[in-house]
């Protein structure tokens, strides 16, 4: 895998992040959210882990790396597939500090430190995502979207097999806590099926969420 | 003399390569505990021991990295047990009597508060287990290994010297840039590990040799105890669905021999490396000329994240986080308002402090508690190390138990008693220690005096291990108003521990003119004037401008400041403006009035009110428009002429309002209302002021919770902002708050609105909790829930009484709930 870094924190995500759909902020705060971004790219260790496994799809389950999970969203996602592969990835523990002291004075800092950490981290996993896709195509497969724990009826519990199976406190540095948020709060896990005949038309994001009717963040 | 410290630092030590690589070539699946293999596979672990000495290692591990309760609730004893067995029969299979079992000791897995979720008591309290498991099966000494947290680490070490008398090595994972994930590098963490008495450190793991080698230098250079290198097979890619390393064991031991000419002391391997590297890197290292590490006598306090050496450039120590004459402070102790005391912090970080004194000392709180509040929660929110000021030896053990890093302590003095009470604890825990020239017969007048006080103090500290470098003498300021010969006295002291000693000097520098006018003048003088003397931290102010010219002209007079850098940076744009009638300079903008070092923040970003002639902003244009300095400037000029009340009433609430129908109707966003809420704030700060002491007419009192395994709060803090603004008290709660606690706070304080929060789908069980819980102990309490999960149906599911979607519902609710029955 040539080396990956992230060189940029997209702007309109972070404005979404904040709720402007669609509309660019007042240069005040634009230019607010351009001294946080900068900020905070500066202070992020962007880290990442992934692995190959086998996979089996059946009809109401898929197996892979010792889990058996039973996801409808997941399976279809997954169908065709013969492998998968499981990655995490993190911006570091740094953005979470910056947003803990930001509260402390000013929580329109606050909150712009945690819409660009959350742009940041997602940038980070697209990258480390196409990278994946190179990594794939060279084996002759083909990527499906990629799928996190917790996402629509994949249950949120696989973040301990995550864990495990990547080592991610060890490698990337990332725990979990006893109610499996991940720790930097900035961090994604998820899972890519790799196919060897090209799927053009699989949901993804937003469409595929059960919850995207009353999420104020859709795309 | 135990038998592995008399040779550790005195000739070649090898240690074995990795665990993981050959377990997984015997068939461990991904995922898979490996220490359960001490039971159910005890001939493949066997055979991974033999395999390391055979290849000549000397110290090797046992198979329990991983072995704590959280991993095997059941039955860790024996799993630790059998893993140290077996590494005792295979030394007898192998013959090789001579090599030390390294019980091996890796991360938890979880990371700690205040970051994590697990207590750094508990994290203490699980290794101690395997620490008493592993000595009492035989182990020869414990090697902490793949640490790549500071705080885990000082856990780690600490539950190891607490709970056997085995010698204990640490190893630390650092990346290429030579830094801990959470921030540390070489210098902080190996004056942390060294204060807490590891007999040698190093690093392991991540990194392959030749990535290592800037890193081994700086640990060369850092540490004075022996230096452990255990790299990687270079640095891992993924090959057909397998990690494979880069490096082969030939290359692998020629950068090792290369490793071991920097002056380091043990050697080895970690993932990717076999009984083959080992053997190669054996036969290029042994016969090499060995060196032993030397005492470096560099004194540094850290963080988690920050190593400040205290000797070649002064530093500036803030004094501001202290009760003493300060009203406001004591009131923010007594009401447990911490974060009025960590924003006393940043701002001084921000104004160009580099260590923090920390003193929460007031006769009528718990100062134990308090300084442990205080400690955690500023380790939080600032990196700058911190300096424990306090009389209470239980709250300095408290503070230094669970300081990240190694901290410095103000002070010891003289006294025996004080020298009795003080050195154990630094001792112990590691630290650098102010030390005060007085003792039974006062403060001495003269230097002379004062520097025997000094040399005292050394020796009885040596009796204690602590070296020199970890002293720091204070000179004493005394006011020259009484004695003015006392300037001279301090000055003097300074000069001899200089040079005489080679010691570090400090001064809390403003006593020195205390009873006299315009003492800044005074300060600032007498500042320039220690440094001149080789004064090497001062305790000041570092919001005070004067102070911070004498300082940093300072420096750049007495060749401390390359290039006069940091004087260039920090008065480039700034004009003194003399006034006529006062004949001081008064200043339009610069370091320490606001505008911070630190990008965003506080102030630094303030709005200012329209440029050119034209007329001042109306306070409720300026809440309007998030214009927050402008604001309270607005209120100020209003109070002349108007009461707090009707300012409040007829401009501030309105504008508030104008901007929370904005919101509400989707023409404006949630950074304009932030912006809007802050302004808000900043004037009403200034009716606070203005009125203190009278009692203010609040709406109701409301308790706003994150609640329990959620840990992320800063939606509830947006609605804090909002709901105080619209003039409720909000008792906040915190994060990760148990229902108990919350229905416990409702039922004493009577509050008839609780707003929850939670983020995951797993946590809103225990929002469900919490629920129940009120409806049976306090029915007729409210309920507002909301959080980053919520949904409108999942709120009636569990039986909420109000969903709030955003900040403005909330208080719209709040509104509906307290304001129906007033009239």
């Known amino acids: 895998m040539t080396e990956l870094r992230l060189t940029e924190i997209p702007v309109r995500e972070v404005y979404r992040y904040l709720g402007y759909r669609g509309i660019t902020p007042s240069e005040e705060i634009t230019g607010r959210i351009r001294a946080c971004t900068g900020q905070l790219l500066g202070a992020v260790s962007p880290r990442q882990v992934h692995a190959y496994y086998d996979l089996e799809v059946g009809e109401k389950n898929m197996r892979a790396a010792g889990m058996e999970i039973e996801s409808k969203g997941l399976l279809r996602n997954l169908k065709g597939c013969e492998r998968v592969c499981l990655l995490a990835v993190t911006i570091g523990v740094e953005a979470d500090r910056l947003v803990a002291r930001a509260q402390l004075h000013d929580m329109l800092e606050a909150a712009i430190f945690q819409a660009a950490g959350a742009a940041a981290v997602e940038a980070w996993c697209d990258l480390v995502n196409s990278a994946i896709r190179e990594e794939a195509a060279q084996q002759g497969y083909y990527c499906r979207p990629r799928f996190s724990p917790g996402y629509g009826d994949f249950p949120l519990e696989y973040q301990k097999n995550f864990s495990d199976l990547l080592r991610m406190p060890v490698s990337i540095g990332v725990s979990l806590t006893d109610s499996l948020l991940m720790i930097p709060s900035k961090s994604v896990t998820a899972l890519i099926g790799l196919s060897r005949t090209e799927q053009p038309c699989i949901l993804q994001g937003c469409e595929e969420c059960s919850a995207s009717a009353e999420c104020a963040y859709r795309r | ?823």
Request: aromatic share 6%; glycine share 10%.
């Open chain 2, 1 to 823: 003399m135990n038998r592995f410290l008399e040779k550790l630092g005195s000739e070649w030590l090898f240690c074995d390569g990795g665990t993981g690589t050959i377990l997984q070539s015997k068939g461990l699946a991904g995922g898979e505990l490996p220490e359960r293999w001490n039971l159910d596979r005890p001939e493949d672990i066997l055979d991974l021991y033999c395999g390391y000495l055979n290849a000549g290692c000397n110290i090797f591990n046992t198979n329990t990295f991983g072995a704590n309760r959280l991993k095997y609730p059941e039955d860790l004893e024996e799993i630790v047990t059998a893993g140290v067995r077996l590494a005792q029969k295979a030394r007898t299979l192998s013959g090789r009597g001579d090599a030390f079992i390294a019980l091996d000791i890796g991360p938890t897995g979880k990371l700690l508060e205040p970051l994590g979720d697990l207590p750094f008591e508990k994290a203490v309290d699980i290794f101690g287990e395997v620490v008493r498991i592993g000595a009492a099966a035989g182990a020869d000494l414990v090697l902490i290994e793949t640490m790549n947290d500071t705080y885990e680490a000082k856990a780690a070490l600490l539950a190891a010297k607490e709970n056997c008398d085995l010698p204990v090595a640490v190893t630390t994972v650092y990346d290429e840039s030579g830094k801990l994930l959470t921030g540390a590098g070489v210098e902080a963490v190996v004056a942390m590990l060294e204060g807490l008495h590891a007999d040698a450190v190093g690093i392991n793991c991540s990194l392959g040799p030749r990535q290592m080698l800037p890193i081994v230098k700086r640990l060369v250079e850092t540490a004075s105890v022996p230096v452990i290198v255990n790299p990687n097979a270079g640095l891992p890619r993924t090959e057909n669905g397998k990690t494979v390393y880069d490096v082969g064991p030939e290359e692998f031991a020629s950068c090792m021999a290369e490793i071991a000419d920097l002056g380091v002391q043990v050697v080895g391997g970690c993932c990717g490396t076999t009984p083959e590297y080992i053997r190669r890197t054996i036969e290029l290292v042994r016969n090499k000329p060995f060196r032993r590490n030397t005492p470096k006598d560099r004194t540094f306090v850290t963080s988690y994240a920050q190593a400040v050496e205290i000797g070649p450039v002064p530093v500036i120590i803030g004094e501001r986080i202290n009760p003493t004459g300060k009203k406001k402070f004591k009131e923010a102790l007594r009401s447990h308002d911490i974060p009025y005391i960590l924003q006393e912090g940043i701002r001084q970080e921000d104004q160009g402090a580099h260590i923090l004194d920390v003193n929460v000392g007031l006769p009528e709180i718990d100062e134990v508690e308090m300084m442990q509040t205080v400690v955690t929660r500023l380790q939080e929110v600032t990196a700058l190390p911190l300096q424990i000021d306090t009389t209470d030896p239980a709250a300095l053990e408290r503070a230094l138990r669970l300081y990240n890093g190694k901290a410095m302590v103000n002070s010891v003095n003289g006294k025996q008693e004080s020298m009795d009470t003080v050195f154990p604890l630094v001792a112990k825990y590691g630290g650098v220690v102010v030390a005060l020239t007085l003792d039974e017969s006062g403060i001495p007048a003269d230097a002379q005096g004062r520097f025997a006080i000094a040399e005292k103090i050394y020796k009885e500290a040596a009796k204690y291990g602590i070296r020199p470098a970890d002293i720091v003498v204070d000179a004493l300021a005394m006011t020259i108003s009484s004695d003015t010969s006392s300037a001279l006295a301090t000055l003097r002291t300074l000069r001899r521990v200089h040079e005489e000693l080679g010691g570090n000097t400090i001064l809390g520098v403003s006593n020195i003119s205390f009873g006299l006018p315009q003492r800044e003048i005074i300060n600032s003088h007498f500042l320039s004037m220690a440094i001149a003397e080789g004064l090497s931290c001062a305790i000041m102010n570092p919001g005070n401008e004067s102070m911070m010219r004498a300082y940093r002209a300072s420096l750049a007079l007495l060749d401390c400041d390359p290039q006069c850098m940091q004087y260039i940076e920090a008065y480039k744009d700034v004009k003194l403006v003399y006034t006529e009638a006062s004949g001081s300079p008064a200043q339009n903008a610069g370091p320490g009035s606001g505008a911070g070092k630190t990008p965003g923040a506080a102030g630094g970003m303030g709005r200012t009110a329209p440029a050119g002639g034209a007329a001042p902003a109306s306070l409720g244009e300026c809440v309007e428009r998030g214009m927050k300095e402008a604001a309270a400037e607005a209120m100020r000029e209003g109070l002349k002429s108007r009461d707090g009340l009707s300012m409040i009433n007829e401009e501030l609430i309105p504008a508030l309002d104008r901007v929370g129908k904005g919101f509400e109707s989707g023409t404006m966003f949630l950074p304009q209302l932030l912006m809007s809420a802050e302004a808000a704030k900043a004037a009403f700060a200034v009716v606070k002021e203005s009125m203190k002491g009278k009692p203010q007419k609040i709406k109701g009192r409301i308790i706003l919770a994150t609640v329990k395994g959620d840990i992320h709060d800063i939606g509830k803090n947006i609605v804090k902002v909002m709901l105080e603004n619209y003039g409720y008290e909000v008792i906040d709660l915190g994060k990760d708050v148990p229902a108990e606690t919350i229905v416990e706070t409702a039922v004493r304080e009577n509050i008839r609105l609780v707003g929850l929060s939670a983020l995951m789908t797993t946590t809103v069980v225990n929002m469900e909790e919490t629920i129940r819980l009120l409806r049976e102990r306090k029915p007729d309490c409210k309920v507002a829930v909301g959080g980053a999960v919520m949904t409108q149906e999942y709120a009636d599911a569990i039986g909420a009484d109000f969903y709030g979607p955003d900040a403005m519902a909330t208080v719209r609710y709040a509104d509906t709930v307290f304001l129906v029955d007033m009239k």
